[in-house]
């Protein structure tokens, strides 16, 4: 996985985002994207953001799964953005 990590590192890179603020989604699909990946399991997700346990964005992210009624032990994809920026 770490050749996969390498493409996904590359693609943030070009769309300007760093790896500890960006926001994403949890699917069972692809949204057929430049920041859209596929993941096997759970902690291939947790190695690729550097999240340890136990932590707060861990428990954040473990919620994902739940609130979206997927499987962390089965494949999903990631789709990745830009985290949002309030407007004054």
């Given at each position: 996985m770490n050749q996969n990590f390498t493409?996904?590192?590359d693609a943030?890179?070009?769309a300007g985002i760093d790896t500890k603020n960006v926001e994403f989604t949890?699917?069972?699909y692809s949204?057929?994207?430049?920041?859209?990946?596929?993941?096997?399991?759970i902690e291939e997700?947790?190695?690729?953001?550097?999240?340890?346990?136990p932590s707060k964005r861990e428990m954040d992210i473990r919620s994902k799964f739940i609130e979206?009624?997927?499987d962390p032990d089965k494949y999903f994809y990631v789709n990745f953005f830009?985290?949002?920026?309030a407007e004054l």
């Open positions: 493409l996904i590192s943030f890179l070009t949890i699917t069972e949204l057929n994207s430049r920041l859209s990946f596929k993941f096997n399991n997700l947790l190695l690729f953001l550097d999240v340890t346990a979206n009624g997927i830009k985290p949002k920026v």
